[in-house]
């Protein structure tokens, strides 16, 4: 199902290249190693997607997908593994950055952990600026353990879709084996 899917968006990512927005980026983005669909690539785009999707903002997205250019991994699985951090999920993986920061940098450890401004979207500015000087207040631990929980995400991610990608073959090939066995049998207890 997630071969004809990725195929069907290829297809779609095809059509698109006729638009005006992307022609500019049409020669990046159109390279084939970008859409292939092996267990390196999408391993490295799983991982590329993890490291991505901690930076904070709109720039997950475009961080992933330079990433996936840069490897030569599958882009649009680079894209859709950014959004594990969404607002359910950010400050769940921010306390933990903080708390993995503050176990790797001691010296900061200390600091009371503070809750974040209410977001006004009405004060779109303000409330970034808050946000970001809460951010900023964190310090260390935080600064630290963002960077550093990516990695960790990103080397899981790409150690689980490699053996989870290689378990799918070997079952796989099991299937097929006892398939082949099947129709043997049935041939020789016709004769």
Known sequence: MARRWA???VRKFEAMQDSRWLRPFAKYI?????????RRSVALAVAAGMIGGLIP?????????LIAMAARCNFPIA????????????????LVAYKLGSVVSPAHAGQ???APPDFDWLRLWDSTVALAHW????????????????????????AVTRLGWSLHLRLEWRARKQ????RELSRTETR
């Open 112 to 114: 009371a952990l503070t």
């Open 79 to 94: 894209l859709v593994v950014t959004l594990y951090s969404n607002p359910l999920t950010i400050v769940p993986l921010y």
């Open 57 to 65: 903002g709109p720039f997950q997205m475009l961080t992933a997908g």
């Open 135 to 158: 951010a900023r207040n964190l310090g260390t631990p935080l600064f630290v353990g963002v960077p550093l929980l990516a990695l960790i995400l990103a080397v899981i991610g790409y």
């Open 7 to 9: 195929k069907a968006l």
């Open 30 to 38: 159109a390279h084939p190693s970008l859409w292939s669909l092996n």
């Open 179 to 182: 398939a082949r066995r099947r």
